[in-house]
């Protein structure tokens, strides 16, 4: 009787182990350095400073990672460690509109919103 008891308890904090291991490392996407926590449900949005790039703001606040394109700029792969499976990819919204230049070369402006977006890619 005394076995099945031991047992018991053995199994249910190792469940509660696994649940923690879980829930935790989901937060573990807020990095230790104080910089803000980016999820795959969530917007990131922020305002523009005159003579900054939308990009330049960005890497002051997340850790990013991105691909030079010659004549294009900088193309954002992941933000914060998030990076987007192959159908989607983090759209760059200036007032909320889509914007047609790279992060790297739109000069923000005070008064912009800037937000970035996990959007799926759509094929037509």
Known sequence: MNFKKYVLIFLAVAAFAVLSFFYFAKEAKSPADGRPAVSEEQTIRYAGVEGK????????????????????????????????????????YVNGTQATVGASKYMTKNSDVIEWRLEEIKSE
């Not at 991105?66 to 992941?78: E, L, R, S």
């Open 53 to 92: 790039t939308a990009l330049e703001l960005l890497e002051a606040r997340y850790q990013v990672e991105g691909k030079d394109f010659p004549g294009v700029g900088k193309f954002v792969i992941a933000i914060n460690g998030i990076t987007p499976d192959q159908n989607h990819f983090w759209a760059l």
